[in-house]
């Protein structure tokens, strides 16, 4: 229930059901935030905490759990999860720490994203160009959110699928090449300078500086 949530708010989601996978998983992903049960089999929340920070992870870690205990929170906390929530909890109350976890991140996350006339407001997930509104769809402004913080960097197909989508992303599939179409439409069509670029073999750029002949 909570992946399907998160998946309505465009964000990818990976899912794993016991302690040993979830580090598995930790140690060979670039995740953006963990959201970590305390009761897991195998090995719990807390061990699988420890020992994502004993490894050097800054990932950040939101912590659920059915004990409601000063002793447990503090135990969470110590062993360094960033945040921690206690069950039952209302989903919107989870989607609000996950994205203040996720503003903040290992680096501090700017609110405002500016690229030439470009603006995109993240916390209110709104897009302008030269002042003018942008609609897009959820999987569309993820989209436009990966590549503005990356920005003037290539971007391949791999890194897009694993950060926009979810490790279920069938690598033969055209998906990301559609969205990138329907985000040039809604960006650069009509402006004189684009800034959606094509990198021949390599992948994608969101940039407003001087572009070569790779594009």
């Known amino acids: 229930m909570l992946a399907k ?12 059901t016991d302690g040993e996978e979830a580090l ?39 912590m659920l759990t059915a004990r409601d205990c000063v ?31 996720l503003r903040r991140g290992p680096v501090l996350q700017k609110q405002t994203i500016q690229i030439a006339d470009l603006t995109i407001d993240t916390q209110a997930r709104r897009v302008r160009r030269a002042g003018r509104c942008v609609e897009l769809t959820t999987k569309e402004y993820t989209l436009l959110d990966y590549l503005a913080r990356q920005t003037d960097r290539v ?23 559609v969205y990138i179409q329907r985000l040039r439409r809604k960006i650069d069509d009509g402006h ?9 073999g390599e992948g994608y750029m969101l940039t407003a500086g001087e572009f070569d002949s790779r594009a």
């Open 71 to 101: 002793a447990d929170r503090i135990t969470g906390l110590n062993t360094g999860a960033d945040d921690y929530l206690s069950k039952p909890f209302d989903f919107h109350e989870l989607l609000a720490r996950a994205r203040a976890l």
């Open 5 to 16: 949530g998160l998946r309505e708010q465009a964000y990818a989601v990976d899912i794993v």
């Open 192 to 200: 004189s300078c684009k800034l959606i670029r094509t990198i021949r």
């Open 24 to 62: 598995y998983h930790a140690s060979i992903n670039d995740y953006d935030l963990v959201i970590l049960d305390v009761m897991l089999p195998g090995r719990d929340g807390f061990d699988i905490c420890r020992e994502m920070r004993s490894a050097g992870s800054a990932v950040p870690v939101l």
């Open 155 to 177: 971007v391949g197909r791999a890194d897009i699928a694993e950060h926009v989508w979810d490790e279920n992303f069938d690598p033969f599939s055209n998906l990301i090449e």
